[in-house]
Each structure stands twice: as structure tokens, then as C-alpha cells.
């Protein structure tokens, strides 16, 4: 027989196993569509691994993987400031812990349910195994929502939710972080509850703490400055750059902010930028003082950004933001931003880059439209997983006890960011798929946990 044949017969054998996984998790997993989509595309783009590898076939690699080694669902009862009781429920999923100590940030979003925080928590694993520090991959959060709360409420609902979750967790077990709706002032409130809890300061509970308490230089910045690092390795392997190109970027939170501000210093401009009401348009560049004030200090929403600069303009049609011409896209908001459609208008408008900061922006059909296109695309576990590695960076400080500078911290996540690029790009090749970073990054990430895994026996 050819070799092109054992190939092919190899591929087909590959493409079966990896169908009849796939429908187990979608029996085991009823009506969860967000976890059915990231278990989809990573996946699919694995049938190469195991047409070379039939090892990962015999050892159920896939099978494994797929299922969390745990799932915690808690109640979490709080009182309003009406001295009403409210319940709301909260999440853990230790997903993975071959490569380390399950790492992964907290949401709170009414939208939070398991299915969210199981595809966020799947693709954590392998975003984690990209950034090359030994963590394994978790997720967690509630249906809890802080817009509107007063902080006396934010910090109730926070220790009760701690207060369950510290059972579960630990500097050498797992070590939260933030996501959409936990930030500061989230973490502040956890770290303190921990500590009171546990009666002794454990600094590597946390990450994303305060600097003056244990919290890492450059971690705020991490995602959104690794998001353009990263965009900006995929532009200059085509001889391309941020300087002079026009940007648009979903979101206003702490990835939007950050990325708007690297990009800035690249010489781009952010014409625009959003939140969950509507997106704002700025034809002169957004002015990030003004929106990071609203954001971060006055917890506003981005609507306002017109009252103080009145030749810019608001709409209501948040998902319209993919309508404004850009040479660069950055969705950072939220999952499934993008659809088939609103990539077709990006392409149509002449996009050249589109770097996923939030988790999962773009539909599986949006990124075949970008992929057929021929636009350079950065998918998510590889493009943001600068605020993972340096939350694991943070971890190494406080196992330490010393801390390093702003610049230290900001250079060891650019070189990441490059290494990221690199692996990604060359598993790409390596299997057969050239210049295609969701193949490349989802081997990349994969190989190292599977090996890892094979490693570790049947647990
Ligand atoms: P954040 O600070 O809470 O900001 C989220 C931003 O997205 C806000 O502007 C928010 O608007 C908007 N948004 C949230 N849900 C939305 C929805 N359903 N429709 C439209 N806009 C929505 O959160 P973040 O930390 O920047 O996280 C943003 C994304 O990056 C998420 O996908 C997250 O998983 C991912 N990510 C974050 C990190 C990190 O280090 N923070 C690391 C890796 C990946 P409102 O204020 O109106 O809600």
C-alpha cells in the first residue's frame, strides 16, 4: 500500500474517534452550546495528532480530557441593601491538572451557567499549556451581576461566595483569578475573606491581587498588551504593522483597555470601542483617559464618552461595531461577538488581522470566513493567554516573596507572547495545516498536556 493511503486510512481512523468522542460529549452534555462549540473546534483540529500519534486514540486522551476531574456548583446567599436575601449560584470546574495547580479566572455575569464555565474552563487547559508555566487549566464564577450594586453589596455577595469556594482551592491546588465583572476591588474583597477564613495570609491564593498586597506589576495590562503583542508577531510576518492602521476594538473592560493602549503606542488608531449598551465612534482616535476613567474609576457607561467629546458618536446596536471600517480587529468583549455575518463585513471592509482578546469572540462559522478570506486570524487561547501567564508569573513572586518591576514583568510577557506565536505557527506546519494559528495553537496547546498526561497513568 502507498504511503498516501496509510495516511489517509490513518486520517479516517483519526476523523471516527474523534466524531464518536465528540457525540459522547454532546450526550453527556445536554443543551450546552458554548461547551459543545470549544469542544468542536479544538477537536476537529486535532485529527492530525492522532492519525501520527495513535497512542493518545489507545491511551482515551480524548475521552478524558473532555470530562472536568470535577465540578463544584455552590449556593451563594447574600443580603441586598433592601435587607432582602438574595441567592445566586456559583461555579467551579477543575477541568485539568496534569500540567500544574487548576488556574483560571472568575466571571460574574447573569449569563454564567455551566455550559459557560465549562467551555471557558476547556479552553483554559490548553491556553495554559501554550504560555509554558506549569498550570493546569479550571474556571469559575456566578450568575451574580455587579453592575448596579452597591460596593456594601459586591462585598456580601463576594465572602459568601468565597466562603464556600475556599473549601476547594489553594496555592498548590487552585488559584483564581479575575474575568468579566471581578476585577480589584472583586479580588480585594476574596483575598480578605480567604484570610479570615484560613486565619494566615496566603498570598498565592489569588492572582490579580492589588500590587501593595501580593498582586503582580503589569498584570492589569497583561491580556490586552499580550493581545497586541501577539497581533503585532502575526503582522510582521507580512511585512505588516500597527503604525498608521486603524483598529477597532469591542468592549470597554480591563482587556479593551489595555489593548487600546498598546495599540495606541504602536503608532495605531482605536477609532472605536464598546459595552454591553452600544459602541462609541471616534474618527480622531479614542481618548483612553476618558475612557478609562468612566470605566475603571466612575463605573459608568461608555455612552458618556459623547457628553465630553461631542464630535464622536454613540449607538445603541452594540453588534454593529463590526460595520466600521478597520484594518485591525480586536474582538474583547464577550463569546460568539462575531458571527458569519459581521465577518463578512470586516472582510468586505478590507480587514487584515483579527486577534481574539475575549474568550471565544468569534462563531466557528466566522472564523471559516476569515480563514477562507485569507485574513490573518489569532484565535483566543493563544492571542490573550498573556493574563494567565502572567498571573502564573505572579504566583512565582509570591512563592518568592519578592517582586519584580513594571518592565521586568512587561518583557517576560512580550517573549511569552512571541513563544506562543512561535510554537503555534510551527505546530501549524508540522501537521500539515501552513499559516492556520487555530490548528497550530490548539497542537501546540495540546500535545504538552496529553504527553503530560500519558505520563501520569490512568487517574
Ligand atoms: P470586563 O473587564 O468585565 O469587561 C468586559 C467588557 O465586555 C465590558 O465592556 C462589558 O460591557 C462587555 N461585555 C460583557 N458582556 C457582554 C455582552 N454579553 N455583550 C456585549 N458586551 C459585553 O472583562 P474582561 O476581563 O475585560 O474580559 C473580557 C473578555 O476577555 C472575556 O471574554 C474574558 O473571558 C476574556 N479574558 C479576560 C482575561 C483577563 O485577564 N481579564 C484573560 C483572558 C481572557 P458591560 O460593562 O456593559 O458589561
Request: charged share 20%; with cysteine; aromatic share 10%.
Amino acid at each position: 500500500m502507498s504511503t498516501t493511503l496509510v495516511k489517509q486510512d490513518s486520517l479516517l481512523e483519526a476523523k471516527k474517534y474523534v466524531n464518536k468522542v465528540y457525540e459522547t460529549v454532546i450526550k453527556r452534555n445536554p443543551n450546552e452550546s458554548e461547551f459543545h462549540q470549544a469542544v468542536k473546534e479544538i477537536f476537529d483540529s486535532l485529527v492530525p495528532v492522532f492519525a501520527k500519534h495513535p497512542k493518545y486514540m489507545e491511551n482515551g486522551i480524548l475521552e478524558r480530557i473532555s470530562e472536568p476531574e470535577r465540578i463544584i456548583s455552590f449556593r451563594v446567599p447574600w443580603v441586598d441593601d433592601q435587607g432582602k436575601v438574595q441567592v445566586n449560584r456559583g461555579f467551579r470546574v477543575q477541568f485539568n491538572s496534569n500540567l500544574g495547580p487548576y488556574k483560571g479566572g472568575l466571571r460574574f455575569h447573569p449569563s454564567v451557567n455551566a455550559s459557560i464555565i465549562k467551555f471557558l474552563g476547556f479552553e483554559q487547559i490548553f491556553k495554559n499549556s501554550l504560555t509554558g508555566q506549569p498550570i493546569g487549566g479550571g474556571k469559575g464564577g456566578s450568575d451574580f451581576d455587579p453592575k448596579g450594586k452597591s460596593d456594601g453589596e459586591v462585598m456580601r455577595f463576594t465572602q459568601s461566595f468565597m466562603t464556600e469556594l475556599s473549601k476547594y482551592i489553594g496555592p498548590d491546588v487552585d488559584v483564581p483569578a479575575g474575568d468579566i465583572g471581578v476585577g480589584a476591588r472583586e479580588i480585594g474583597f476574596m483575598f480578605g475573606q480567604y484570610k479570615k477564613i484560613r486565619g494566615g495570609f496566603e498570598a498565592g491564593i489569588l492572582t490579580g491581587k492589588g500590587v501593595g498586597y501580593g498582586g503582580s506589576l503589569a498584570r492589569t495590562e497583561a491580556t490586552g498588551y499580550g493581545t497586541v503583542y501577539f497581533v503585532e508577531e502575526m503582522l510582521k510576518d507580512k511585512g505588516l504593522g500597527f503604525n498608521g492602521s486603524t483598529v477597532v476594538v469591542s468592549g470597554s473592560g480591563n482587556v479593551s483597555i489595555y489593548a487600546i493602549e498598546k495599540a495606541t503606542q504602536l503608532g495605531a488608531k482605536v477609532v472605536a470601542c464598546s459595552d454591553s449598551n452600544g459602541y462609541i465612534y471616534d474618527e480622531n482616535g479614542i481618548n483612553l483617559d476618558t475612557v478609562k476613567r468612566l470605566k475603571e474609576v466612575e463605573r459608568k457607561r461608555i455612552s458618556e464618552y459623547v457628553i465630553e467629546h461631542p464630535h464622536a458618536t454613540y449607538s445603541d446596536k452594540g453588534f454593529e461595531i463590526w460595520q466600521i471600517p478597520c484594518d485591525i480587529a480586536l474582538p474583547c468583549a464577550t463569546q460568539n461577538e462575531i458571527d458569519a455575518v459581521s465577518a463578512q463585513l470586516l472582510v468586505a471592509n478590507g480587514v487584515k488581522a483579527v486577534g481574539e482578546g475575549a474568550n471565544m469572540p468569534s462563531s466557528l462559522e466566522a472564523i471559516d470566513v476569515f480563514l477562507h478570506n485569507n485574513v490573518l486570524f489569532g484565535p483566543a487561547k493563544a492571542v490573550n493567554a498573556g493574563g494567565v501567564a502572567v498571573s502564573a508569573l505572579e504566583m512565582a513572586q509570591n512563592s518568592m516573596r519578592l517582586s519584580w518591576t513594571f518592565e521586568e514583568v512587561d518583557a517576560k510577557l512580550h517573549e511569552i507572547m512571541k513563544d506562543i506565536y512561535r510554537n503555534s505557527v510551527a505546530a501549524a506546519k508540522e501537521y500539515g495545516h501552513p499559516g492556520n494559528l487555530v490548528v497550530g495553537a490548539n497542537i501546540a496547546g495540546f500535545t504538552k498536556v496529553a504527553d503530560a498526561m500519558m505520563t501520569q497513568g490512568i487517574v
